[in-house]
């Protein structure tokens, strides 16, 4: 049974840093490209990173320069470091397949505010 578990948000400071983590589980992972997405209120979900089977990445414009996607492969996961994070990126974050293929787990919550 595929399922995503992401972990690591929580209530940080503008200019501060989280790290994400999504753990799959099912035989996928190693095989396909990855992605993190984000939803915040009110708005539609985007995609902000994605990850391919060689580890070439791709970002979205406005967390260029300040998000790292990254993957093990071994160990069925991926990450997100999150640097100088804005209030604009708060959201709930979610991973999954690039594009989206697999159930959406529950997602961590990301919250940037002094």
């Known amino acids: 049974q595929v399922q995503l578990v992401e972990s690591g948000g929580g209530l940080v400071q503008p200019g501060g840093s989280l790290r994400l983590s999504c753990a799959a589980s099912?035989?996928?992972?190693?095989?396909?490209?990855m992605g993190w997405y984000r939803q915040a209120p009110g708005m539609q979900r985007e995609q902000v990173a994605r990850?391919?089977?060689?580890?070439?990445?791709n970002y979205a414009d406005s967390v260029k320069g300040r998000f790292t996607i990254s993957r093990d492969n071994a160990n069925n996961t991926m990450y997100l470091q999150m640097n100088s994070l804005k209030p604009e990126d708060t959201a709930v974050y979610y991973c999954?397949?690039?594009?989206?293929?697999?159930?959406w787990g529950q997602g961590t919550q990301v919250t940037v505010s002094s």
């Open positions: 990850i391919d089977g060689f580890r070439s990445t």
């Open positions: 999954n397949t690039a594009p989206p293929t697999k159930p």
């Open positions: 099912g035989n996928f992972f190693s095989v396909m490209a």
